[in-house]
Nanobody, 117 residues
């Protein structure tokens, strides 16, 4: 059974930082492209950051320079370091594991991030 479990969300003031974690089980983690997505009510889920099995990364323009995605294959865990947070970053953040060749795509349950004073 595949599980992706996000943690680290919460309430933070503008300009603050949070670190999200996504712990994976039931997959060969190192094979997968891992991604962070976010969604606010009434809007489509959007890509925030992604890291491939070869550690290539890409980011949404809105978070470049502020967020950093990383992975630890030994711990089957992906991270998102979020700095200089803005109210517009408020959303539910979801972890995704994707393997195009195997046609496998998995999602976590999400963790709420709220940026507010």
């Amino acid at each position: 059974q595949v599980q992706l479990v996000e943690s680290g969300g919460g309430l933070v003031q503008p300009g603050g930082s949070l670190r999200l974690s996504c712990a994976a089980s039931g997959i060969i983690f190192s094979w997968y492209t891992m991604g962070w997505y976010r969604q606010v009510p009434g809007k489509q889920r959007e890509l925030v950051a992604r890291i491939t099995s070869g550690d290539s990364t890409n980011y949404a323009d809105s978070v470049k320079g502020r967020f950093t995605v990383s992975r630890d294959n030994a711990k089957n865990t992906m991270y998102l370091q979020m700095n200089s947070l803005k109210p517009d970053d408020t959303a539910v953040y979801y972890c995704n594991a994707d393997h195009t060749v195997l046609s496998r795509d998995y999602w976590g349950q999400g963790t709420q991030v709220t940026v507010s004073s």
